[in-house]
């Protein structure tokens, strides 16, 4: 399954060396423990992110479907009673560099943690990441429709796109972050 | 309810019209550029890496990307009177109809 690299004596699996993969010289830095600490810490720093993106757009999709009733004080109406407008730039911003992060991530994803899944035949696991790619793209062209209707002033008559793109966003979100999760738990980091 | 600007039809445009080029973009492979990351090599079109796999998916992104630009500055600059059919709700519809569109088309992986 998994073949010693002649060039780059590194761990490799076996397709990927029949693809010349570990062939190219130039890239042989990305195989040293130097180039392994800095995707390991790419991946994580990824995570981290995302993690943030994913509590910003959860308090503002919440606080849009369920706003905070008077006199409520507990701690889901706490949550819901966050001014959804002023997450609308750190959810964008968080958004660009998660998909910036993870654009540069995927580049290693495709030349070996995703030999992993289809040798290990894990589908269901593989096609949510291929759907996860796809979403992030559409969430990207989201972006600038989803800054201006919250940038509107919030005229009521916009309300229902707002909280729809919202929404809709949230969805893209938490996806992208269980496919992305599944995905580095089937192999596991650094391995 | 009927969308009021330039800057708002451009980006209710922007959406939709990406999202429906993407998935045919997908669907096709009208892929602008190619990456060959074990090479690092990036080729014009479709053109598959020298070695290894080939990455499409910035491509897409690019395709899409541009052809909705040129789309939506079309729409924006068109007189309100051409526009009044475009209604906000196509900056959420379409690309949810595309997470459907895309769900369908790689619903394989799910099935086996």
Known sequence: MFTRCPRTNCWKPSSAIEFGICVNEKRKKLHGMGGVRMWIALVITHGLVAFLLLGAITHQVVSVWAPMRAGASNFVARFRAVGSANYVNAIIVLYLVTALMGSIIYTKYRISARFTLEQGGYWKSFGAFELKEHFIALGLALLPAYWYFWRLSLTPSDARTRKLLTTLLAFVIWWAFLAGHIANNVRGIGT | ?112
Do not use: D, E
């Not at chain 2, 079109?45 to 910035?58: D, E, L, R, S, V």
């Not at chain 2, 007189?79 to 209604?87: R, V």
């Open chain 2, 1 to 112: 309810m009927k969308v009021h600007g330039r800057f708002a039809s451009f980006v209710v445009t922007f959406a939709a019209v990406f999202a429906i080029v993407y998935y045919l973009a997908v669907a096709y492979n009208w892929a602008l550029f190619s990456y060959g990351p074990a090479i690092g090599q990036w080729t014009l079109f479709t053109q598959a890496a020298a070695a290894g796999p080939t990455m499409y998916w910035y491509g897409w992104i690019a395709t899409a990307a541009l052809a909705a630009a040129c789309v939506a500055a079309l729409v924006a600059f068109l007189p309100q009177q051409l526009t009044y059919w475009l209604w906000p709700g196509f900056a959420w519809l379409v690309p949810a109809g595309s997470i459907a569109a895309f769900v369908y088309l790689l619903r394989g992986y799910f099935m086996r």
